[in-house]
């Protein structure tokens, strides 16, 4: 039997996860690391950690199994997005990498607006300006470690790094490459005219190939470290957003779909890009080159959830370590005994900032309206809430550009829980479709990238057999309800409209 092993490395660490070459999902590996936060809108990660995690998950999975690293087909990745690795012409990283997370560049992007109309910029780049994107942190980069900068011969994505230490390629996927907001999105490379607005050096960024490339081989000395076999093809593979989208089903025009991870966004498949006039919206690269999937992001969608159970929940997380039980679910149950509304408590769901809709560094979470009779049930409902009524912002956006969303999916942590399917079916007022795998779409992604990069697969089309709808969660028929939700959303957005000139303060 031939084995496919598909990793995704995420924020929080990297999992490796083993496919038979039929597609069928055998078992996953997971290994963590930490986030280094010096300062408050700091946040970097470690090369070595990935690589070291990327190391221990590959032997466990051989060394479980009993496999013949032989067996295994081909290697290939999702990836977190958006990050700034500089590594030098030996492939050795130069300091650590600044992640997704990372807000520390807000006065380069202040200097490159000045520079250029923001809308002839997202018009370019199917993206804003804002310090969330690597392009700013390449800036930030030159200005602050110019001897750094000096000494780079490329800026890397997390992914592309383990590919580099795998086969000593350097390389990104278009994916990756439109994430930078460095990508001309029409002629598909490096944009030529924002680079030198930028002051970036092009020969600093890596070659842009296909997805589904075949990047090369796992050499000898990482097959001596990690566990693999030397000749092993490694596909390059996505970022975790479009690996998401085809673990989703969502790779035809007019599927969309929501993801409930530590960050959240929805996503829609469409053949061209949606220039949003404001700007709520980007668009990156398919794994598929005729398309572009088009996304909304917030920071912390299901993180404001994690944060909760750390920070109020505590009791919750201590059940669940003496029953086994996941402390989400004692959570969503206790959210339950909170009428929808959760008796007019708004949550505002920005602990580091946002992303669209709001695009504002500056924004910071909040719970309005608190009064005596309010109780942890309303406190759990309305961080469920809020979240959802910041995605439907991101909805709402999508739809106002005439973009029709045919089917809308939800996967992720956060899609097992049937009052938070519930809540969103209500919110957004339109069925919400379950796929059968709600928690591993990028590896599945990936390890359909990989399958069709070297053959083993004949196109994504195979992901409607490898992961079909299980249910649909219809809007409830209570008139209560929905005027409810209509009525708070629209009390939401007058909120953050309300405290923005005090996050400014703050």
């Known amino acids: 039997m031939a084995y496919i092993v598909a990793y995704d490395l995420?924020?929080?660490?990297?999992?490796?996860?083993?496919?038979?070459?039929?597609?069928?999902?055998l078992d996953s590996l997971f290994a963590e690391y930490s986030t280094l936060s010096a300062r408050e809108t700091w946040a970097e990660q470690r090369p070595d950690s990935w690589w070291s995690a990327f190391c221990v998950v590959s032997r466990?999975?051989?060394?479980?199994?009993?496999?013949?690293?032989?067996?295994?087909?081909?290697?290939?990745?999702?990836?977190?997005?958006?990050?700034?690795?500089?590594?030098?012409?030996?492939?050795?990283?130069?300091?650590?990498?600044?992640?997704?997370?990372?807000?520390?560049?807000?006065?380069?992007?202040?200097?490159?607006?000045?520079?250029?109309?923001?809308?002839?910029?997202?018009?370019?780049?199917?993206?804003?300006?804002?310090?969330?994107?690597?392009?700013?942190?390449?800036?930030?980069?030159?200005?602050?470690?110019?001897?750094?900068?000096?000494?780079?011969?490329?800026?890397?994505?997390?992914?592309?790094?383990?590919?580099?230490r795998l086969t000593g390629t350097f390389a990104t996927d278009y994916s990756d490459a439109a994430g930078t907001a460095a990508l001309d999105m029409k002629t598909r490379d490096w944009s030529a005219e924002v680079l030198k607005l930028a002051g970036i050096d092009k020969q600093k960024l890596p070659e842009i190939r296909s997805s589904t490339d075949r990047a090369g081989s796992v050499n000898r000395a990482a097959a001596e470290q990690c566990g693999l076999a030397s000749g092993t093809p490694v596909v390059l593979g996505a970022g975790d957003g479009p690996c998401g989208n085809l673990g989703a089903g969502v790779y035809q025009e007019g599927k969309a779909y929501i993801y409930l991870g530590t960050s959240s966004w929805?996503?829609?498949a469409s053949r061209q890009i949606v220039a949003d006039p404001d700007m709520a919206l980007f668009n990156i690269c398919s794994v598929d080159p005729g398309m572009i999937y088009v996304y909304g992001t917030m920071q912390m969608g299901g993180g404001s959830f994690q944060w909760l159970k750390e920070t109020i929940c505590v009791a919750e997380k201590q059940l669940s370590e003496l029953t086994g039980t996941s402390p989400y679910a004692y959570m969503t149950q206790e959210a339950e005994q909170s009428p929808p509304g959760a008796k007019n408590l708004v949550f505002l769901p920005y602990l580091r900032g946002e992303r669209s809709p709001r695009w504002n560094p500056k924004a910071r979470g909040a719970f309005i309206g608190l009064t005596a009779s309010h109780t942890r049930s309303d406190i759990i409902r309305s961080v469920l809430e809020g979240i959802t009524y910041n995605l439907k912002i991101i909805r709402d956006a999508i739809a106002s550009q005439g973009a029709r969303v045919q089917q809308m999916r939800t996967i992720g942590g956060g899609a097992e829980s049937r009052l938070w399917r519930q809540i969103f079916a209500d919110v957004f007022q339109e069925s919400i479709q379950v796929p059968e795998l709600l928690e591993g779409a990028n590896t599945l992604g990936s390890a359909i990238v990989g399958g069709v990069g070297v053959g083993v697969f004949e196109s994504f089309s195979v992901i409607d057999e490898l992961n079909p709808i299980s249910l649909v969660q219809e809007p409830s028929v209570d008139p209560q309800s929905r005027r409810a939700y209509q009525e708070l959303f629209a009390l939401f957005n007058a909120c953050y409209e309300a405290l923005t000139p005090v996050f400014d303060r703050m």
């Not at 924020?11 to 999902?25: D, H, N």
């Not at 380069?108 to 199917?126: A, F």
Request: with cysteine; glycine share 8%.
């Open 266 to 268: 929805i996503s829609l």
């Open 60 to 164: 466990g999975l051989i060394e479980k199994h009993g496999l013949d690293p032989c067996d295994i087909a081909v290697v290939s990745f999702s990836g977190q997005m958006m990050a700034c690795l500089p590594v030098d012409r030996s492939g050795k990283p130069l300091r650590d990498c600044l992640i997704w997370a990372d807000r520390r560049s807000v006065p380069q992007t202040e200097s490159l607006r000045e520079r250029i109309d923001e809308q002839r910029y997202y018009r370019l780049t199917g993206n804003k300006i804002y310090p969330t994107y690597p392009l700013p942190k390449f800036m930030w980069l030159k200005e602050n470690e110019p001897e750094v900068y000096g000494k780079t011969f490329k800026f890397l994505q997390p992914k592309d790094y383990l590919v580099l």
């Open 10 to 25: 995420g924020t929080g660490g990297l999992k490796a996860a083993l496919y038979s070459e039929q597609g069928k999902y």
